[in-house]
């Protein structure tokens, strides 16, 4: 992959977001974002498919049939097959599992694959009722008005039930560095935070009456506007766009899976269709997690972002927490995870994730992460995204290697 | 009677006015979720909104609309616990929406009086008239055979005057709301002697269902509320009317409203206040509150005139602020209305040199804005005050006076026994008039 592009994650944090005012729609971050990547590739002439991956223009923004707006990033995109992809959170996700089947297949040396979503047509307490499609609809009636941060709420308090009520430092801590990491990314929709105290304001008491029993607003990713676009090339596609192998970085592993939407998780303290994408992935790269230099997770919510450092084996269960506050997890500790803040700290337009993660990681892989750079050492030279949909029901795990 | 029985059939006089809308917003809600509970299932709600004007009660409707949609999206939670029983109800936009047609089902715009006769509760919220008010409740009780209770929203006229002119036999107490009746939390409570102790039991129930702040006073013209305002107007007005003859009517104004908001930490200054609440409002206030008090002078010559010129202040529709003693601009004051001139003089032509007489404010001031969030209110005031105490400026000085009659006012209000103690005092001008500091103090 190469060639990476992340516009602005607009929304709620932002200095220019104002609810008030007409914003871009989706047509501007399509063609934003497209334009972007294209024109580190050599132009549209050199793309062979594109794949869009997007959760619910459907219900945002009264619009489907989205890979149909490919021709208007370029016209050179122009009768060339294009794709949407759908999986919840994790639609970008599949939109780049998507390209690099095609790729893999030989049906493409070059694939344009961009996420995207549009999110603030709607004021939040609606848009929880779109969001809330990535669960099962029978279930919507008995949810939190807050669908998701209420499914997730019962996680966490299954978590603390469990483990103890001094877990909720490791939700803080994770909140502290998505936003330490997000004040070094100019796209970052929580670059101009100022806050002082971060843990603090992470370990704020939740309130049931407003917002959820055991999540307070902090521990929630974004509502956001943005998009992020990547291209996918065979060492063909690399040579014919002109792309360095220094400035592209490989796909080694893959592991996607999928869970049960209809049925609840059987133990809330476990994310199992993540650990099972996550085992795969490894094996697919022959490589484990030792080998990694940086992650980008799927933190929906703090306490998604401490389940997965247990799912990838970092900590054991129940000890992701402690793990987390003891700082392994920041951007000079162990395993920088989140290095431009995430989901909760750069933000999270539902349908762009997935490709948002994978530009970051290429970003970190080939040096051009700017003043959000970490560490890359030699002798652990692999990134991973995983991007999560629903309740933990749509996996997609994706390793690279720095060129 | 219970609770909700007298809940059954509400009218609400004035229903489209500044407070009356308010008082109808909350009353419907209440009603609405009362109604919702499963042990009021079979109970009627009806509200009858009285109005005399049909545009003013079609804007009442469209503002209801609005209020009630803005309500529900904050306690949505709370409503989808309500309606957990309607499995026709799955997102929270329908829960939203089903709750705004239920609060707008109660309600009944109507421009007839008679439909309060068949009311057991009447809330007013008309003129600040005494014998409107009289002519309307005398109505209301001689065509209904219900012995009706009467909430008076009056901000000045004594309820046992209304009682005995009306003989309503202790069916009336006062219940004053603050500007805007939805957002404000407090309420002023008037039960003379002689007020049914059961109307007085259900209006601290009502009060408590709306999560009201309620402080009592005792049933003297103004209440506590206005008999601050009243007063610390005219001390301002006296003041203006001082500097004019050296400084100019408009530099004075000028200075006076910024010593009493910059020089104080006040929201605003005080003919700010006076155009917020308006002109007319003030002047009638002020001519119920003179009877009533015949060892003060409880008028204003300067009012008269500027009612005379139609310069009234006060606010539009859509509540953006008239232009009064100020002339505003998005909101702000960027100029001063001359009787001399007839006309505004701006604020540029004379402000900097106005600031320059002022004195700079003390090194530890603050705004009012930023020191009512601060944890350690108390102490940066303190501190700012203590400073303001030795500054020799001429700003500080009229600020040091203000202050002073301020306090004065607050202590006469307890002394004369309008207000039970000194503490309620203070919590009216926090809470009704969102004051930093009550004006019982010991900075001055």
């Known amino acids: ?61 009264k619009q489907g049939h989205l890979g149909a707006f490919a021709p208007m990033i370029d016209e050179g995109l122009m009768y060339k097959p294009s794709i949407r992809s759908e999986g919840a959170c994790a639609s970008g996700g599949l939109a780049l599992v998507t390209g690099i089947k095609s790729v893999l297949s030989e049906s493409s040396e070059v694939v344009l694959t961009l996420g995207v ?101 902090f521990d929630c990713s974004k509502v956001s506007d943005g998009a992020s676009a990547i291209a996918i090339l065979s060492e063909e596609g690399l040579a014919k766009c002109g792309v360095d192998r220094e400035d592209a970085v490989e796909v080694v592993g893959v592991g996607q899976a999928v869970g049960d939407i209809t049925k609840d998780p059987e133990d809330g303290t476990v994310l199992d269709t993540a650990a099972a994408a996550i085992t795969k992935a490894f094996a697919s790269a022959g490589i484990t997690k030792d ?15 401490v389940l997965m450092t247990e799912a990838l084996g970092f900590a054991g269960h129940g000890k992701g927490s402690e793990f987390v506050a003891a ?17 909760i700290g750069w933000g999270h337009p539902t349908g762009a994730t997935g490709v948002h993660q994978a530009v970051t990681i290429w970003e970190q892989l080939t040096g051009k992460a700017g003043p959000a750079q970490v560490d890359i050492p030699a002798n652990r030279p692999y990134g991973m995204t995983i991007n999560m949909g629903g309740d933990d029901k749509t996996v997609v795990a994706i390793i690279y290697k720095r060129g | ?140 009780d001689n065509n209904s055979n219900k012995n009706p209770w009467f909430l008076t929203n009056t901000s000045s006229v004594p309820i046992h005057e209304i009682n005995e002119a009306a003989k309503l036999g202790g069916r009336i107490l006062g219940f004053h709301f603050y500007n805007p009746p939805a957002v404000q939390k407090l309420v002023e409570v008037i039960a003379p002697e002689g007020t049914l102790p059961e109307l007085k039991d259900f209006s601290m129930q009502y009060a408590k269902n709306l999560r009201k702040v309620v402080v009592p006073s005792n049933d003297y013209a103004g209440f506590i509320g206005n008999g601050h305002f009243m007063r610390d107007a005219l001390h301002g007005i006296k003041e203006v009317e001082a500097l004019s003859a050296e400084h100019g009517f408009a530099q004075a104004v000028y200075m006076i409203n910024k010593v009493s908001q910059d020089f104080l930490v006040r929201p605003m200054g005080i003919f700010q206040l006076i155009d917020y609440v308006g002109v007319d409002v003030v002047q009638f206030i002020l001519n119920v509150m003179k009877p009533h008090n015949p060892d003060e002078n409880l008028h204003s010559e300067l009012l008269d005139n500027m009612m005379t010129l139609n310069v009234k202040g006060g606010q539009n529709s859509n509540g ?44 530890s001031a603050v705004a009012w804005k930023g020191v009512i969030r601060m944890r350690n209110k108390a102490e940066v005031l303190g501190g700012y005050f203590t400073d303001l105490a030795s500054a020799e400026t001429m700003g500080a000085t009229l600020a040091k006076k203000y202050g002073v009659r301020s306090n004065e006012i607050g202590k006469k209000l307890v002394s004369d026994k309008v207000a039970l103690n000194e503490n309620d005092v203070n919590v009216v001008m926090m809470t009704g008039f969102f004051h930093a500091y009550g004006p019982i103090n010991e900075y001055f």
Not at chain 1, 125 to 133: H, P, T, W
Not at chain 2, 325 to 341: D, Q
Request: a negative charge.
């Open chain 1, 1 to 61: 992959m190469a060639a990476g592009y992340n516009t602005i994650s607009l929304g709620t944090g932002r200095k220019e977001f104002n609810p008030r005012k007409a914003r871009p729609g989706l047509e501007h971050y399509i063609k934003e974002a497209g334009q972007g990547t294209l024109k580190q590739i050599g132009g549209a002439d050199n793309v062979d498919e594109s794949s869009i991956g997007n959760f619910m223009a459907s219900r945002f923004n």
């Open chain 1, 117 to 217: 979503e549009v999110q603030n047509t709607v004021k939040a307490i609606y848009g929880a009722d779109v969001l809330a499609g990535a669960g099962w609809f029978e279930k919507r009636k008995q949810g939190h008005a807050y669908f998701f941060p209420g499914q997730y709420s019962a996680r966490a308090g299954a978590y603390i039930e469990k483990f103890g009520e001094k877990t909720r430092e490791g939700f803080a801590r994770w909140f502290q560095n998505a936003i330490e990491n997000a004040r070094l990314c100019d796209t970052a929709q929580e670059h101009h935070n100022q806050s002082e105290d971060l843990f603090e304001l992470g370990m704020t008491k939740p309130n049931g009456k407003f917002f959820t029993d055991h999540l307070n607003i």
């Open chain 1, 291 to 305: 080998d990694l230099a940086t992650i980008e997770v799927h933190d929906c919510f703090t306490i998604a972002g």
């Open chain 1, 327 to 343: 700082g392994n997890t920041a951007r000079d500790g162990h395993i920088p995870i989140n290095t431009t803040g995430g989901l």
């Open chain 2, 1 to 140: 009677m219970s609770y909700i029985e007298r809940l059954n059939n509400v009218s609400v006089l004035g229903a489209a006015g500044k407070m009356g809308s308010g008082i109808l917003l909350l009353t419907a809600v209440e009603m609405a979720d009362q109604s919702l509970k499963p042990e009021n299932k079979d109970a009627k709600f009806v509200l009858n909104a009285i109005d005399i004007s049909w545009d003013g009660l079609k804007g009442l409707m469209d503002y209801l609309r609005v209020q009630v949609t803005k309500l529900a999206e904050k306690k949505t939670v709370m409503l989808r616990q309500m309606y957990a029983d309607r499995t026709d109800l799955i997102e929270n936009s329908c829960i939203i929406n089903e709750y705004v047609q239920d609060v707008l089902r109660i309600v009944r715009p109507v421009t007839s009086m008679d439909v309060a006769y068949e009311s057991d509760l009447i809330f007013e919220a008309v003129n600040e008239s005494k014998s409107l008010k009289v002519k309307l409740f005398t109505d209301i």
């Open chain 2, 320 to 363: 953006s602020q008239k232009d009064g003693f100020l002339k505003y601009e998005k909101g702000r004051p960027v100029a001063v209305f001359s009787p001399e001139v007839k006309d505004y003089v701006a604020f540029e032509s004379f402000a900097a040199d106005c600031d320059s007489k002022l004195g700079a404010l003390p090194s």
